[in-house]
């Protein structure tokens, strides 16, 4: 790889609850192949910012979006942009798992079948991959005609990230991906998280500091009012962060 490339830029990004801002004049520039995460204190914006990122929010009654979100250049509020298409190439994974009440196999050929894979070597394929390539592969090879409702929660999510992986998508957005889970459950993810870089761009919203410097490349830290108080790399953030008010919030003295 040569360089990093931005694959998400936010321009003038705020969003509107019934007319009170919740989000403020986002600039953000996310890298390829990098993991960025969202820090800062309960109700800053950080899952109002990541649904913006793939429109989810235009499923949120009263959300309103102003600015520009550019994925490789092409603002996604533009009139010709398909949401469907869009939240294909760039898929998102939630706080508690919510896997479909089917099979483990089904969960993931959900999307495959949805754009068009009908065969079923193919679908066996498509699935045998995305569960190796969120680490699940080997504990559930001999359930995949299992509910996946039987299964625990860490191996939910990380079945949630192989659904979220079988279309195929640029970008995860993770928002507190690991929150509902044991330590041993959150490592797992932690680790995958680090391997999915090589052919993702991960976006994650968490409340854990020391999972942020852990996992993440660049992280943004917002603060009350919806506003992107500084962006920087990991380190700088967690050593030295220019924002006084950032330091503070790191520290632990708010949030
Ligand atoms: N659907 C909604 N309708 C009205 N207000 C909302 C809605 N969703 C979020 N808000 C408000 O917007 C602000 C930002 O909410 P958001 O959920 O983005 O915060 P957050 O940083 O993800 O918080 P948390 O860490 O608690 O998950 C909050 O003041 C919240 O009350
Ligand atoms: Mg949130």
New binding site residues.
Partial sequence: MTGNSTVLKTRGLS?Y??G?A??RDVDMDIDRNRVTAVI??????????L?CLNRMNDL????RVKGEVLFEGKNVYDDDVDPVKLRRAIGMVFQKPNPFPKTVFDNVAYGPRLHGVGDRSGLREVVENSLRRAALWEEVSDRLDESALSLSGGQQQRLCIARAIAVEPEVLLM??PASALDPVATSKIEDLIHDLKEEYTVVI?T?NMQQAARISDTTGV?LTG?VLEEYDSTGKIFENPDSKRVEDYITGKFG
């Fill in positions: 969003v609850y019934d009170e919740a989000l800062g204190p309960s109700g800053c914006g950080k899952s109002t910012f649904r949120v009654e009263g959300a928002d507190e919203v409340h917002f919806g």
